[in-house]
Structures are given as C-alpha cells and as structure tokens.
C-alpha cells in the first residue's frame, strides 16, 4: 500500500551534517495518515528505530540521538525528512524509513541509504 524510496546519505567527517529524505508512494490511503519511522542498521547489528513521527507531527527520539537528531514531514510532497547534525562515527549505518498505519508497521521497506562518518 506505500512505497518509499530513501535518499541523501553520504559521506561526511565527524561533526557533520546529512539531510535524509524519504519520498513515499500511496495507493490507497493519504500520506498524512501515516506515522513514519526512520531506523537504522550498523554492520553486524540490529536494526533499529532513532526517530518517528506520528500523523499529527509528534516526535520522539532514541537516546544515541536525541538532540542531535531532527525528523519532519511535508505532507504535500509525501516526504519525511531526518536531519542529522553532530554527526559521529557510531552513526555510521544503512538508514530506512518505514511507514507505520495506527499501531501496525508496514512490512516493506526501501533500499535504504548509507551514511558514513569517518575523517
């Protein structure tokens, strides 16, 4: 039901900044009715959850990057956003985005985009 397509990781020095994007393509319910999730997967680690916002625009955050971390949304153009400043070499990792629909997450994902923090 929603396609996402993520974009504008890189690499970048210690301190750093990134803007990720994720681009989504609806089929059956507006965009502005989902939550949207932004993870990420470090080699040899799990995947997880640093930041998510809900349809009404509330944010939360993980611990390892909070503060430093901002996600936003553009309803218009159907694009959630993950600022990233303060970058560190622990941020290195495949980042997705995932949409979510009331409590339940959707079971596809994008291809994701590494981010790479290294002097």
């Known amino acids: 039901q929603v396609q996402v397509v993520e974009s504008g990781g890189g690499l970048v020095q210690p301190g750093g900044s990134l803007r990720l994007s994720c681009t989504a393509t609806?089929?059956?319910?507006?965009?502005?009715?989902?939550?949207m999730g932004w993870y990420r997967q470090a080699p040899g680690k799990q995947r997880e959850l640093v930041a998510h916002?809900?349809?009404?625009?509330?944010?939360n955050y993980s611990n390892s990057v909070k503060g430093r971390f901002t996600i936003s949304r553009d309803n218009a153009k159907k694009t959630v956003y993950l600022q990233m400043n303060s970058l560190r070499p622990e941020d290195t990792a495949v980042y997705y985005c995932r949409p979510q629909y009331g409590s339940a997450w959707s079971d596809s994902w994008g291809q994701g985009t590494q981010v790479t923090v290294s002097s």
């Open positions: 916002i809900t349809s009404v625009g509330q944010t």
């Open positions: 609806v089929y059956v319910r507006p965009f502005s009715t989902y939550g």
